[in-house]
């Protein structure tokens, strides 16, 4: 099943043909003023829910046009999104990096980071010099709690997969920082269920700027495969329905600049094209140097 979040918050199942069949009043929506939870009740009461979103599916009379409703971040609410840093090895070959995953651990980024198939990249507005780069990177969306979760029972706790673009300004300064600002995060278009995808591990995912392939790479390459992005991650802190795993990136990250469309796309997955504009925040001391 494909799930969404669209126009101003409401949840969505893409159907056949495109169509998206609003499932707002099963789920409940996004409340106007509230913190935007119905994709998290959705995910951890998904057992419930399933059968009547199936039947919905089937029975529907009235359907929307994907093109005719804005995308949003699907889980916006997400209480962390976890990030890998060098998982494959073409990548810490062209980063110069000597360190990878399994012994470099993980890092955050910031819910506020997270922006959908129907917003753009909003650049920061920082020294001139500065280059930001994209990162072809696949999500892989928690379904339920768990702590200290074995790698052999990671399919229990894995909900559904998404494309994901870790969006950086290249320089000096802590990861999450560079990492953090809003829009940095693209999700979507929408969550797959894992049970349509099958096996993750040999997933192909690419990535074009404009009409540039910039990366093009497959899971099967994972220095730390999804199993162990799990295993890991539980180790350290309790994982949440909601929560994001970001898979890493492979060689191939390149600049960015306002006037770009960017294209990911993961097979099994979905595609989505996000476009790129200046933004007016993000002044201050920290980025106003050069790298």
């Known amino acids: 099943m494909k799930l969404i979040r669209f126009d101003e918050g409401r949840i969505g199942i893409v159907a056949e043909g495109d169509r998206v069949i609003?499932?707002?009043?099963?789920?409940?929506?996004?409340?106007?003023?509230?913190?935007?939870?119905?994709?998290?009740?959705?995910?951890?009461?998904?057992?419930?829910?399933?059968?009547?979103?199936?039947?919905r599916a089937l029975s529907a009379s009235t359907s929307l046009s994907l093109d005719a409703v804005r995308l949003l971040a699907p889980v916006p609410a997400a209480s962390k999104v976890i990030a890998y840093p060098v998982n494959y090895d073409d990548h810490a070959r062209e980063m110069g990096q000597s360190v990878r995953a399994p012994a470099q651990g993980f890092f955050?980024?910031?819910?506020?980071?997270?922006?959908?198939?129907?917003?753009?990249?909003?650049l920061p507005a920082i020294d001139a010099s500065r280059r930001v780069d994209h990162e072809c990177e696949l999500a892989i969306v928690i379904g339920k709690r768990g702590r200290d979760i074995p790698r052999e029972k990671w399919q229990e706790h894995v909900f559904g997969y998404s494309c994901l673009i870790d969006v950086v300004v290249r320089g000096k300064e802590e990861r999450v920082a560079r990492k953090a600002f809003d829009t940095f995060c693209p999700m979507g278009p929408w969550i797959v269920t894992a049970d349509e995808v099958g096996d993750p591990s040999r997933l192909r995912g690419r990535l074009w700027v404009n009409d540039e392939l910039r990366q093009d790479a497959n899971n099967r390459d994972l220095v730390l495969d999804i199993p162990g992005m799990v295993e890991m991650a539980s180790q350290v802190m309790t994982l949440e329905p909601g929560d994001i795993i970001a898979g890493g990136t492979p060689a191939g990250v390149g600049p960015i600049k306002p006037g770009d469309r960017v294209r990911i796309e993961f097979e099994r997955v979905g595609s989505m094209v996000i476009g790129v504009v200046q933004g007016d925040s993000g002044r201050g001391p920290l980025f106003r140097q050069p790298a």
Do not use: F, W
């Open 22 to 55: 609003d499932v707002s009043d099963v789920v409940g929506p996004d409340l106007p003023g509230s913190p935007p939870v119905a994709m998290n009740r959705l995910i951890d009461m998904y057992a419930q829910y399933e059968p009547i979103l199936k039947k």
């Open 108 to 122: 955050l980024k910031p819910p506020s980071s997270l922006s959908g198939a129907g917003e753009p990249i909003v």
